[in-house]
């Protein structure tokens, strides 16, 4: 039977997720070395990339030493996820010689099946279901910036991808009123919407006009049109998405102290005008910086720090 992971946000409580928070925001000292063992040798941690990141490894990578592990980057093609090796068989390999594993991967089933087949935690760097690591991010940045969610309006204005996603399930898990602004063909199902609206005290509603998911909102996120994958559709992503640019017009239709929030790497002058993603409302520095605490904060938590 495989240990406790992070593949979805709502692999957490409500309450889990709050400790996660909480753990997030103290300082690494406090947290003490829970990778390293009891006869002082750090234990490794595989972090395991079929796509590149930026913010992902040198967060993860930071996390793993500032809580007394080693971490080993390792590039897809190193282990290759049933091309190799079976899934399984990497993940029971891994356990051995780690103390945690982490991927970044296409498919969210490979996670699943190495989460499985692991005797130590497994974290979801990303995949195309989910990104619990983002999620948790931009719940921390807006709790540090608003001190509670409970009731506030969180606008996502674009592709329902990966990143809305996990963002509407901790939104709602902290009782934030969630709203989807997205193109027909690239919004969330009926099912989807029913599902994030039991997650939590929050609540979530989807529109197709970005005016109205952004009125009054006190966090307006967005992110590209065109993940990594899906370059085949860039053409079509463009002319599907042209009105759901966050511009400075859009933004003025919120709260008067809302933010700007963007998981990067950004395009100006398409998602999001310069304007906007470099103004004074633009929190995605701060948001990237929080991918190092809440990625801390997590593996304290799944490996046993209270």
Known sequence: MSVRGLLNVTDLSVDELALVLSLSRREPASLGRPLTSSTGVSLGAALIFEKPSNRTRHSMEMAVVQLGGYPVYTRGEEVGFDTREPVED??????????????????HSVVERLHESCSVPVINMLSDESHP????????????????????????????????????????????????????????????????????????????????????????????????????????????????????????????DAIFMHCLPAYRGYEVEASVIDGSASRVIQQGHNRLHSARGVMAFLLGVK
């Not at 390999?93 to 991967?105: C, D, N």
């Not at 963002?167 to 099912?191: F, Q, V, W």
């Open 133 to 256: 690591l983002q999620g948790l991010a931009d719940a921390l940045t807006m709790v540090n910036e608003f001190g509670d969610l409970t009731g506030r309006i969180v606008a996502f204005v674009g592709d329902y991808n990966n990143v809305a996603r996990s963002l509407g399930e901790a939104c709602i898990m902290l009782g934030a009123h969630y709203r989807l602004a997205c193109p027909t063909g690239y919004n969330a199902s009926d099912s989807e919407l029913s599902r994030l609206s039991s997650l939590g005290t929050g609540s979530v509603e989807q529109t197709n006009d970005p005016v109205v998911a952004v009125s009054g909102a006190h966090a307006v996120h967005t992110d590209t049109w065109v993940s990594m994958g899906q370059e085949t559709e860039k053409a079509e992503r463009l002319g599907v998405f042209g009105a759901y640019a966050v511009s400075q017009s859009l933004m003025s239709r919120a709260a008067s």
């Open 90 to 107: 990497i993940g029971r390999m891994m356990s051995g010689y780690h103390g945690l594993v982490a991927a970044r991967v296409f498919s």
